[in-house]
């Protein structure tokens, strides 16, 4: 099923420290936006997002002034979860083109001054990988098996599940399989859907495959890895009971005997003297749901990956003294392993933030639609803080637009894995993965190439208000608000860059912080101020006002009007 490509020899090169930012790591205050292949731009009319529909519109993605791009997966995949049920690691799947549109694609956004990161996922295999095939097939005394984790059931008859572990998506972590002469066979574990069987990591041949995976995307010129499910590598020795259900509810604060086992660390510090052998920095993403900020730390020590993902943050509500919180808490967790911290309000597996912020504090996964105009709104101040704050900052495909979540999809068109399997996740992933309008005043809004095809998932009629075509020049749309803020984030040394923010006094319910240059030259500091309450404050102006997420700040004299759900940007 591997692909062939024709030339490998001729690495893509990554950009230069030139065109590409700073010298001490690129990567330590880089605007990474996350793709989502399906729903991005699909250049052939089957209503499914594609690599040269991404690749026509990296320009787009380079005028919007981030410095690298996830891809979510992209590799041969049955998709019976979106593409996260991977069949073969070396080869594009053909929904999205070849092994040749991914080296043009490389190619071009390297020319273009952007880094490419793509979507690994060790922790499981699609059910249709050639190994598990085989496993299946050959029956119990296949060596293929000690690959994944199979073991005899409990009860008389092996008719329960070995251990009382629960699936993320619902249901028992466990499948029974049948014996190749069809009587009831052997279980086999899988953390996510039964399409997911999880790899056993404690077998050599998993590490050396995947060491060699990673050789093939850094030999296609890729710069680095987003670690799907990185804290699930490795489980507890004998898969020991947790001795309770509703076991989703304990992942955020227990440490489980599937989740952030300690043996995870070796994999990551073997990884990273690969990453180290290639040239031009390339990183490893961890997408780590750890306890604690501190354990989540532990995956960016200088000698194993290079970011984490700050899931503590994007779980904050629009609140002053959470916010502030949460921030002095990423921050002072990463200074011990000099690590730059991460934020992050949105990707394909929450309810967009400007949604969440339009609804009441809950989870993040949220089925209502909420104030619109309100959550737009909060999130647009929201993602002005992100973009302040000292390290690299995560954006999903879409947030620039101001896009909400789709929370009145018709049941009969979701494919999110959860949504059928009850009583787990929150299976409205769908919602915020929508295809991107572009253009036009009918559905598919330029996503595809003729008015009126397909897409995968429906788009709301009132999505051609938000699309680039209709937001592009007006100075009042959330996708210019993105380009100022991403540009005034270039041109200024105090953003992004540092691991320190200074406090200042302000009133409750507001946050007022600044940010000095590295270089401690003239002019270089910076001042936020936040308002996350309903009503406007009235505080001492810092400075000149660079940037307002609404549009304008008042200032009278020395006196500035904060707006209500506003976050404003200063010179000082
Ligand atoms: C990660 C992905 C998610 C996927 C899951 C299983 O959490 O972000 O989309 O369903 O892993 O691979
Ligand atoms: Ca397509």
Redesign the pocket.
Known sequence: MTQNLADTSRPAAAPTAANAGESRGWWRDAVIYQVYPRSFADSNGDGMGDLPGIRSRLPYLRDLGVDAVWL?PFYASPQA??G??VADYRAVDPMFGTLLDADALIRDAHALGLRIIVDL?P??SSDQHEWFQRALREGPASPLRDRYHFRPGKGENGELPPNDWES??GGPAWTRTENPDGTPGDWYLHL?APE?PDFNWENPAVADEFRSILRFWLDMGVDGFRI??AHGLVKAEGLPDIGAGDQLKLLGNDVMPFFDQDGVHEIYRSWRRILDEYPGERIGVA?AWTPTVQRTANYVRSDELHQAFNFQYLSTYWDSAALREVIDLSLDSMRPVDAPTTWVLS???VTRHATRFGNPPGNTQIRTPGDRELGLRRARAATLLMLALPGSAYLYQGEELGLPDVTDLPDEVRQD??FFRKAGQDGF?DGCRVPIPWSGTEAPYGFGPTAGGPSWLPQPAEWAALSVEAQTGDPTSTLELYRSALAVRRAQPALGGGTEVTWLDSPEGTLAFRRDSATGEEGGSFVCTVNTTAEAVTVTAPGRVLLCSTGNTEVTGDQAVLQADSTTWWAV
């Open positions: 979510s979860d979106a996260y049920d996922v922790n499981h993320i998506f996510f997911q799907d499910v997408e990707n394909h597996d894995p959860s992933r």
